[in-house]
């Protein structure tokens, strides 16, 4: 119900009828001191809840700044990782290649040209290596450790001659990771206790 409260306004209204003041022709306040402070109590309430609605909202848009920060973030490093996984096919046949070269330029054939040829396929391996460390790509050595399901893939088992069972023994083809993750599994032999 409305409120209704004598003003200045009201009394020139009504007329020049302004006689002393008596208290007990003061209006009534509709509400009551109870009303009044159940409203107060309810808008309290309500201040604490929107406050509370708030600090939630702030803090999950808090939390979606953090995660699309993350997104854009991880795009930025792992956005080449199709282009790093093609380009280390690149790197196996570059490898091969000179591999082959070295086998090929022995004391017992002393051809300058592959010699040269050699040579250049080592450089150029080795540019290609700092050009992926540089981008956060790089090889795996794991001869000699643990074996580990998601660095790499198990092509073979070897006799555990001097190795301790687990560990790898060879490595078939390199594996390589992006910023820690990796891209390619190796494949790798891992040394077994030989069953007599």
Not at 4 to 9: K, L, M, P
Not at 164 to 189: E, F, S, W
């Amino acid at each position: 119900s409305p409120c209704v409260f004598s003003t200045a306004a009201q009394q020139r209204s009504t007329g020049d009828e302004c006689g002393p003041e008596d208290p007990r022709d003061e209006p009534k306040h509709p509400l009551s001191d109870c009303a009044l402070e159940h409203k107060a109590i309810k808008l309290e309430e309500q201040v604490r809840d929107l406050t509370e609605r708030y600090r939630r909202a702030l803090a999950d848009s808090e939390n979606v700044r953090r995660r699309t920060q993350k997104f854009v973030e991880d795009a930025k490093l792992f956005g080449i990782q199709s282009f790093c996984r093609d380009l280390v096919e690149v790197a196996d046949i570059l490898e091969k290649t000179a591999e082959s070269a070295a086998e090929e330029t022995e004391p017992s054939n002393p051809n300058p040209t592959l010699k040269k040829i050699y040579e250049g396929l080592t450089l150029i391996e080795a540019k290609l290596q700092s050009v992926f460390a540089k981008h956060g790509l790089q090889k795996m050595n794991p001869v000699g450790g643990k074996y580990d399901p998601y660095d790499h893939e198990i092509v073979c088992h070897v006799p555990a001659e001097g190795m301790q069972p687990g560990t790898i023994a060879l490595v078939t083809q390199d594996g390589y990771k992006l910023h820690g993750r990796t891209i390619r599994h190796a494949l790798v032999g891992v040394a077994v206790e030989s069953q007599e």
